[in-house]
């Protein structure tokens, strides 16, 4: 739902800024476009590509995002992905598989943050009843904070709730997840999964 979240994000700050799904500015106002370069990089041709990067451990949610609305509106090489899924398992997505991918992502963190004048911070859209938002999330919160101490890090974060549950073991994954955002994000935004429905 992390990717879910962040695909809406982009899709409701792009009509507000006037960009169309292809990058192009097809805007009323003059305002729209007074700080468009805060969230998106000015491409050859006047195009507008979002400030974003993508991650998943496996391809599915990126497929369906690729596929959808604004889809082409992201550059493709931060798209970034593995192949084998955490399994709602935590330390899965902490540890094992998530670490071996956070260095392409961190890859694609360093290529955007030097492509910015006077980068403010991070924002994160994860979940954390499943094994890649919540243990890969936080693992990637906890490097970017390592590698960028003094810029902020902002979360929304989608709690899980019983009445609209994948697995039983999302209560672990958020617990393990909630120490990690204690430590490392400056403002955790919570998202109620139930309220969403």
């Known amino acids: 739902s992390g990717n879910q979240i962040g695909a809406k994000f982009w899709e409701v700050i792009s009509d507000e800024h006037g960009i169309d799904p292809s990058g192009t500015y097809h805007g009323d106002s003059d305002l729209q476009l007074e700080r468009v370069d805060v969230f998106y990089n ?11 990067i993508l991650m998943d ?17 992201f550059r493709p090489d931060n798209f970034v992905f593995g192949q084998t899924g955490a399994g ?5 997505g902490h540890y094992t598989e998530g670490a071996e991918l956070i260095d392409s992502v961190l890859d694609v963190v360093r290529k955007e943050a030097e492509g910015c004048d006077c980068l403010q911070g991070f924002q994160i859209t994860h979940s954390l009843g499943g094994g890649t938002g919540s243990g890969m ?43 990690q955002l204690v430590e490392n994000a400056d403002e955790v935004q919570v998202i109620d999964n139930e309220a969403l429905y």
Not at 148 to 172: A, C, G, L, N, W
């Open 88 to 92: 709602n398992n935590w330390a899965k």
């Open 42 to 52: 000015e491409a050859t041709g006047g195009r507008y590509v979002p400030r974003a």
């Open 137 to 179: 999330g936080t693992l990637l919160i906890s490097k970017i904070r390592e590698e960028y101490p003094d810029r902020i890090m902002e979360t929304f974060s989608v709690f899980p709730s019983p009445k609209v549950s994948d697995t039983v073991v999302e209560p672990y994954n958020a617990t393990l997840s909630v120490h």
């Open 57 to 73: 451990l496996e391809p599915g949610t990126m497929d369906s995002v690729r596929a959808g609305p604004f889809g082409q509106l």
